[in-house]
Nanobody, 114 residues
């Protein structure tokens, strides 16, 4: 059974930082591309960042320079370091694993507010 479990969300003030993690099980993690998406209230889910099985990284323009995605194949985890957070970063953040198949986590809430 495939599971993607996100953690690390919470409430943070503007300018603060959070580190999200996604732990994968039931897949050969190293061959999967991994990505983070987010969905704000009343909006469609949007792509945030991805990292390929080979380590190629891409970011949405809205987070470039503030967020860093990384993966640890030994621990089957993908992380998202989020710095200089803004209120518009408030959303539920989802982890996605994709190769031939496509899997999603259940999401973790990030709220940026003073």
């Amino acid at each position: 059974q495939v599971q993607l479990v996100e953690s690390g969300g919470g409430l943070v003030q503007p300018g603060g930082s959070l580190r999200l993690s996604c732990a994968a099980s039931g897949i050969t993690f190293s061959i999967y591309a991994m990505a983070w998406y987010r969905q704000a209230p009343g909006k469609t889910r949007e792509w945030v960042a991805n990292i390929s099985s080979g380590g190629t990284i891409n970011y949405a323009d809205s987070v470039k320079g503030r967020f860093t995605i990384s993966r640890d194949n030994a621990k089957n985890t993908v992380n998202l370091q989020m710095n200089n957070l803004k209120p518009e970063d408030t959303a539920v953040y989802y982890c996605r694993a994709f190769h031939i198949n496509n899997y999603w986590g259940q999401g973790t809430q990030v709220t940026v507010s003073s």
